[in-house]
């Protein structure tokens, strides 16, 4: 065998092995990318208010945040309360606790909510059983098959690095022998008035090549995850620095006071927040957990990505600011870090991100399917051809019918 034919064996068995998983993930991959527009549209009474007041006055954070935790049924909202600089838009609370040890999704968890509260009135317009919700389950078949983490992760993962090892091979078999008009028209053009598996043979190969870099790019953020090396490659491609940096320093704490100071602190905080970031999406807060803990606030600056958050913590007994990690003062290899997740589905280019992202999902959903007909109608006609050969052999072996004399 010569190179191309080791990469041809390689690229054939190791499509056939982990073709089934690759056309798992893009399908899954393709159907998450729009998930939060159809939730808005799906649940859209459970998500906006029907009527918001003149005033635009809210119920204080402590009280919309325990009518909150009543309704999810706990103590204390460990996630905090989502407020939002859309008037229209409900308030959320998440909660979240793990299950027993399992080989499954279902029960690795044994509760995720999230109510939704009307911050003026403070009524709960719904509970989202986040467990059983589609574009849930879609995204726990994306991350591990529907597994346990520790057990389907693995198997995504290394799919997913076979699928990069795929691309590769697929562009040195793609590479035209010879760049004239009738090579580039086979490597650049689907012949659509052609035979069957011409067609499917172009789809494979033509596709595939249009939407290498693309698919690169898709697999390689899908990595992030599980390999320390992509989140430091990134930080690289920013820097030039592979290392990371320092986590957070000394912890900030809150400073027990004497004497009561201020009168929901709480409010005091979100606001000071929203006039930290008076153009935010939306801000997240968390209650202290101990007498010493800071309300935590995480500024989300719009709807559609995640990158830009920023953390902000506030002393609990005065609602003052006493941090801030913000997304402004990060290196660029910190910013392409933190871009990472946006990039996977597309959000970093907004709606023709996200539609770019939704069709190349779509081509590597196609690629082993393209694929493993081409493998399995070579194997079909080989099978033939081994069949009627075998008949002219048994043939010619047998012994011939003597004529009397």
């Not at 990595?223 to 957070?248: N, R, V």
Request: with cysteine.
């Amino acid at each position: 065998m010569d190179f191309k034919g080791i990469v041809l064996f390689l690229h054939r068995w190791l499509g056939l092995i982990t073709g089934l998983v690759v056309l798992i993930l893009s399908i899954t991959g393709c159907l998450y990318v729009f998930h939060q527009e159809i939730s808005d549209w799906v649940r859209h009474d459970t998500f906006f208010a029907d009527q918001v007041p003149e005033t635009q006055q809210h119920l204080p954070i402590e009280e919309l945040q325990s009518k909150a935790a009543d309704a999810l049924g706990v103590e204390q909202l460990s996630y905090g309360i989502t407020t939002y600089k859309n008037p229209q838009k409900n308030w959320s609370a998440m909660y979240y606790e793990a299950g027993a040890d399992s080989w499954f999704y279902f029960g690795s968890m044994k509760s995720y909510k999230t109510a939704y509260i009307n911050p003026y009135n403070g009524k709960i317009e719904g509970i989202v059983n986040e467990k059983t919700d589609f574009f849930q389950i879609i995204k726990g078949i994306h991350w591990s098959l529907l597994l346990a983490t520790p057990i389907g992760q693995p198997i995504v993962v290394w799919s997913t690095v076979v699928f990069i090892i795929l691309l590769i091979s697929g562009m040195i078999l793609w590479w035209p022998k010879k760049w004239n008009k009738a090579g580039k028209q086979k490597s650049f053009k689907i012949k659509w008035g052609s035979t069957w598996r011409r067609v499917n043979y172009d789809l494979h190969n033509v596709l595939g090549f249009y939407f290498l870099m693309l698919s690169l790019i898709i697999a390689f953020t899908g990595l992030y995850w599980y390999f320390p090396f992509a989140k430091k490659s990134m930080h690289f491609l920013g820097t030039g620095e592979y290392a990371l940096p320092a986590g957070p320093g000394e912890k900030v704490v809150s400073t027990i006071p004497d004497t009561k100071t201020t009168d929901n602190p709480m409010d005091k905080a979100y606001n000071n927040a929203w006039n930290q970031y008076p153009k935010a999406n939306s801000i997240a807060l968390v209650a202290p957990a101990d007498s010493q803990a800071t309300i935590s606030a995480t500024v989300r600056p719009d709807g559609e990505t995640y990158y830009g958050r920023s953390y902000l913590e506030f002393d609990q007994y005065t609602g003052e600011l006493l941090a801030a990690d913000r997304y402004k003062d990060k290196n660029a290899g910190e910013k392409l870090v933190a871009m990472n997740y946006d990039i996977h589905i597309g959000a970093i280019g907004g709606l023709p991100g996200k539609i770019i992202a939704f069709f190349a999902s779509l081509i590597c959903a196609s690629l082993p399917v393209t694929g493993f007909i081409i493998w399995w109608d070579r194997k079909k006609r080989q099978w033939a051809r081994e069949e009627r050969l075998a008949k002219r052999r048994k043939k010619s072996d047998a012994p011939k019918e003597r004529i009397p004399a």
